[in-house]
């Protein structure tokens, strides 16, 4: 068993997750890879072609479908959200530009619960153009996911179509990630890993997004709702890896991947997070210069550019409940781990399960 399986195994046991899956590789595939556990506490093992809930994973992949826009030319990263959403001129966010959402500093607030006043798509889309600003644009890292719903509304009209085809046309088609879709169908959600026991639902959610906002916006949204399995988002992370092949051009990956607001105490890059001075969510191993995102259903994909390694990792520790804390400790773990995992002389690793 190798040191990553044995983490990630300690974690079940200590309840933080039913499930985990893992690998960690290169631009030529996986060094390590498996998975541990059950899709739900009380639910079968999982076999590897397991559906997870990506959560806030899904920002940098729809981050991903906004840089192929503007690397199209279809988009702008100094345009601003009154260009594209005539509703929002005249407001306080009209000035707001692309590159300010990508980068958590647009002054929108973040992790606003939204979905508990306003019950239908409509409503809760007007509830985040009247949301008030919090912090001066461009003044402060501030994380927010309903700047990415603005975000997703924007691509959505420049492109002139719905966010979930552009993702799979500019995203997820030409890696092959066959399975990485927003609102899963039954086949796939037959394959999902069980997440909350929602008090707001009144029952255990499985192949349904967690993100309650996300429900009341029908399952598609900038900030959360993708869903994938382990072998697409080792198709991702190799792709990253290899400095964006098969998804944008070297200067445009580059300039996305570069940290944008290092005067700004947090590290960010467009859609991406930076890896932090402190309390950074990849642990301490991997170099200044990496990036990823994590999500809140326990998932995250880093990628240091300098080893050109790329580390993935999925559990469900929400399951059945939110209120614990240990996936922070873990994931830590995992990614400092991974980190450490010695390079592959040559051909490919063998995965562990």
């Known amino acids: ?24 590789g290169d631009a030529r595939g996986p060094r390590d890879r498996g998975w541990t556990g059950t899709r ?6 999982l076999d590897g072609d397991d559906l997870w809930d990506l959560a806030s994973v899904t920002k940098p992949i729809a981050g991903l479908a906004v840089m192929a826009l503007v690397e199209r030319g279809t988009l702008g990263l100094d345009d601003t959200v009154g260009t594209h959403l005539p509703d929002y001129r005249g407001g306080d966010k009209e000035a707001l530009t692309v590159r300010q959402l990508l980068t958590h500093t647009s002054g929108i607030p973040g992790q606003v619960p939204l979905f508990r006043d306003h019950p239908t798509r409509a409503s809760l889309l007007e509830a985040v153009r009247l949301l008030p600003l919090t912090a001066r644009p461009g003044t402060r890292v501030q ?4 700047g990415f719903i603005v975000l997703g509304l924007i691509a959505e009209a420049a492109a002139g179509a719905p966010l979930d085809a552009l993702v799979e046309r500019l995203v997820c088609g030409p890696l092959g990630m066959r399975d990485t879709v927003f609102r899963p169908d039954a086949g796939r959600r037959a394959r999902a890993v069980a997440t909350e026991d929602c008090p707001w639902r009144g029952r255990p959610v499985v192949g349904e997004v967690h993100d309650e906002n996300a429900v009341v916006l029908g399952g598609v949204g900038g900030h959360a709702g993708l869903f994938s399995t382990l072998a697409d988002m080792e198709r991702l992370g190799a ?3 290899a400095g ?15 940290a944008h607001t290092d005067d700004l105490a947090l590290r960010r890059a467009l859609a991406w997070q930076g890896r932090d001075p402190v309390g950074s969510p990849a642990g301490e191993v991997f170099g200044p210069d990496s990036y990823g995102h994590t999500g809140f259903t326990g998932t995250s994909l880093w990628v240091d550019p300098a080893t050109e390694r790329y580390a993935v990792l999925l559990t469900n520790r929400v399951h059945p409940t939110r209120t614990g804390d240990g996936i922070v400790a873990v994931r830590r773990a995992f990614h400092d781990a991974a980190a450490l995992l010695p390079p592959v002389a040559s051909g490919r690793g063998h995965g562990v399960e």
């Open 143 to 146: 994380y927010s996911s309903q």
């Open 244 to 258: 964006g092949r098969g998804l944008l051009r070297p200067g445009t990956f580059a300039l996305m991947t570069a």
């Open 239 to 241: 792709a990253l890896a």
């Open 40 to 45: 739900g506490w009380d639910g079968p093992p």
């Open 1 to 24: 068993m190798s040191v990553l399986a044995e983490l990630l195994a300690e974690g079940r046991e200590q309840r933080v997750y039913s499930g985990a899956a893992w690998s960690v």
